[in-house]
């Protein structure tokens, strides 16, 4: 049996969970199932020591399916992340300069593997990464111009969709035609009177039949759903009122998947849900990619586990890469010990001597330190 490992998800508050939609709720419920350490850290308790170690206040939390009820928060302490094994980034949009922080913070871990990996979401916004597949799209324009967010509506001859670059479900997306009263106040707000870029996509009417999310864990499906709109609704998106709809992968997806892998792999975006509406790509959202709970409802899946297996998967192999690295290292000099759990720890650290124990089965607390 493998041993447990220590996981640290940074995320948004606690309180803000919904244990009916939320796929951080089961992904955390699942690996206290499988018996391993899960720590909770907000991004703004993350710091950097004097010598670059990375650590973050952590509160250990005890999960149950439970509304009102879901959360046993224990008592915090300081971690160096380096002593975990999996540090998850599921904090939601918008990635603006406060969120940025972060994941640049979580850049400078060593030891522990993070996903997804914080260059990689740094690099990837979430609605202009998929022009890097602009042949898989509809018709896309980026621009602050109203002059030329006319003139794009002109070309397609149809209605077009605008939205905020760094918005989030469904927030700021207008759809608006040439001869909508409204639209040139539309676009002035979009564009917040021609000062900041937005996103204009030609409208697809084949989002009345369902916008598709589909889960990609490293390059590859493990799961979709359809998201369909209200009556009177444009927006799809499961916050503003779009239902959820079983659906399966199509010659399409597939191929836009197979598209899209190689890079998600390249840069490190393990867990990633890709939009498609109507055989085109819209969006690749790359921060906390929900659905997980819709998809195993309708499908009589547990997608969480399937994540997971592949995140473990991942971190036992960084793991065991550490150990050949310093077998090498190692070689020749007699005043290194074996790599372990332990010695990678600072020696006489409180946390070192909690964690052990933990690893042990030892169910003590009483070393760890309270920041």
Known sequence: MSSPLILVFVMDPIESIDIAGDTTFVLMLEAQRRGHRVLVAYPEDLAVRSGGAVVARVTPVTWQRVEGDFAKPGEPFELRLDEADLVCQRQDPPVDAHYRTAPQI????????????????LA?????????????????????SIPRLLEFMEEIGTSMIVKPLDGRGGEGIFQVSPHDRNLMSILEQATRFGTHR???????????????????VDGEPIGAVLRVPGAGETRSNLHVGGKAAKTSLDENDLEIVAALAPMLREEGLFFVGID??????????????????????????????????????????RGEGRRRAWRQRARGRSDLQPFSAASRRAPNSSVTSSTTSWRSGIASQSALKPQ
């Open 106 to 121: 979580l850049g400078l871990v060593k030891g522990a593997l993070v996903l997804n990996h914080p260059a990689g979401i």
């Open 124 to 144: 990837a916004n979430e609605k202009l990464y998929a022009l890097g597949f602009a042949d898989l799209m509809a018709p896309t324009e980026v621009t602050r």
């Open 198 to 216: 937005t996103m204009a996509q030609q409208y697809l009417p084949d989002v009345r039949t369902g916008d598709k999310r589909i889960l990609l």
């Open 276 to 317: 498609v509406i109507g055989g085109r790509l819209t969006e690749v959202n790359v921060t906390s990619p929900t659905g997980v709970q819709e998809i195993d409802a309708l499908d009589g899946a547990c997608l969480e586990a399937d994540l997971r297996d592949a995140a473990e998967r991942a971190a036992r192999a």
